[in-house]
């Protein structure tokens, strides 16, 4: 007869820390916060705890919400019976500022090709930092850059671009950002 192990386990979201959201300054909140699992002793003695999903905290500005599925390996069951959990983060003790972006560039571009135009001549960028820090950046700190690596054709497009903060570790940008240009073969 094979013997079952019955076991409480916290909920766990996994961060992708950044643009001024650490560790120290993100609040977490899981409803519920635990679960009891049962199955195989050898399974569930090595479950510590349950991630739900990995949130990069660099995708909203400061509170995010969302219900997630709770996922269990092959063999565990979920004794308690709540299948999904609810989850707030809350990022504390900082702000967020809209700054017109002008500087953009690009690199890596494939030999064979060239940027006959950069479509795209201003962005409006979300930059999060403490508030002191966002009184100080000021949009000349502020550059996006395209990498080009994978451009495998010519015509125009849009690409992703990664907003730099220069002389600022603790801001950047929140949310994603895309360029037009126009590519030659």
């Known amino acids: 007869i094979p013997i079952s192990m019955m076991k409480e386990v916290p909920l766990y979201v996994q961060c992708v820390y950044g643009s ?28 510590n705890r349950i991630v739900l999903t990995t949130v990069d905290l660099t995708d ?18 979920n004794v308690t019976g ?10 504390t003790g900082v702000d967020t500022k809209i700054f017109t972006v002008t500087n953009i560039s690009y690199r890596n571009l494939p030999s064979g090709y060239t940027v006959d135009e950069i ?9 999060r930092a403490p508030q002191d820090v966002l009184d100080q950046i000021q949009a ?10 994978d451009i495998t054709q010519s015509g125009d497009m849009f690409v992703q671009v990664r907003i730099i903060v220069d ?9 994603d950002y895309s360029i037009g240009i126009k590519i030659k073969g």
């Open 119 to 127: 479509t795209t001549q201003s962005l409006d960028v979300r930059i």
């Open 82 to 91: 709540i299948n999904q959990a609810d989850v707030k983060i809350e990022i």
């Open 167 to 175: 002389g600022f570790t603790d801001a950047g940008a929140v949310g």
């Open 140 to 149: 000349s700190n502020l550059s996006a850059v395209a990498d080009l690596s």
């Open 60 to 77: 909203f500005s400061l509170t995010h919400q969302d219900t997630y599925a709770i996922p269990l390996p092959d063999g565990v069951e």
């Open 20 to 47: 001024g959201a650490t560790e120290e300054n993100t609040v977490i909140n899981i409803e519920p916060s635990k679960i009891t699992i049962s199955g195989d002793t050898e399974i569930v003695s090595g479950i």
